[in-house]
C-alpha cells in the first residue's frame, strides 16, 4: 500500500502542497481552506498535515503544541488521518475532506509540486 511521508525537517513552509491540491480538486481556484494537506508552524519547523488514510501518523505525544499561536494537544499533528475525528472541512458545505490521493492511480499532486522533497510517496 501506498502512503505519503512527510519530513518535517526539510519542509520549507512554502505551501506549494496546499495550492497544487486546492487546484486539484478545485479547477481554476486557488483556496488553501479547501485544501486536503494544511502546513502548520510550531517550534521553527513546518508541519504539512494530511487529512486522510494516506498519511501514517503515530500517536507519539500527549503534550500541548503551539501553532501559530495557538495551544493544541499533540494530537493535531495526526488527527486530520483519523476517520473518527475529522479535521479539515469544505468552508461553504462543512463536507469533511480527505485525501484521495489524486485519483486512481495515485499521482499526488502535493508530492509533485513539493520544491525540497518534504513530501514523498512510500510503499508499505
Request: glycine fraction near 4%; include cysteine; hydrophobic fraction near 35%.
Amino acid at each position: 500500500m501506498k502512503r505519503l511521508k512527510i519530513d518535517h525537517e526539510i519542509c520549507i513552509g512554502c505551501r506549494r502542497c496546499e495550492v497544487a491540491c486546492s487546484l486539484k480538486h478545485y479547477p481554476g481556484s486557488v483556496n488553501p481552506e479547501k485544501s486536503r494537506i494544511r502546513v502548520f508552524m510550531a517550534d521553527d519547523l513546518f508541519y504539512p498535515v494530511v487529512a486522510g488514510p494516506f498519511n501514517d501518523a503515530e500517536c507519539t505525544s500527549k503534550n500541548m503544541v503551539s501553532i501559530q499561536g495557538r495551544q493544541y494537544d499533540a494530537c493535531v499533528i495526526c488527527r486530520a488521518s483519523c476517520p473518527i475525528k475529522p479535521w479539515f472541512k469544505e468552508p461553504e458545505t462543512q463536507v469533511n475532506l480527505k485525501c484521495d490521493f489524486c485519483g486512481d492511480p495515485p499521482d499526488p499532486d502535493c508530492v509533485k509540486w513539493c520544491p525540497c522533497a518534504a513530501i514523498t510517496v512510500v510503499e508499505e
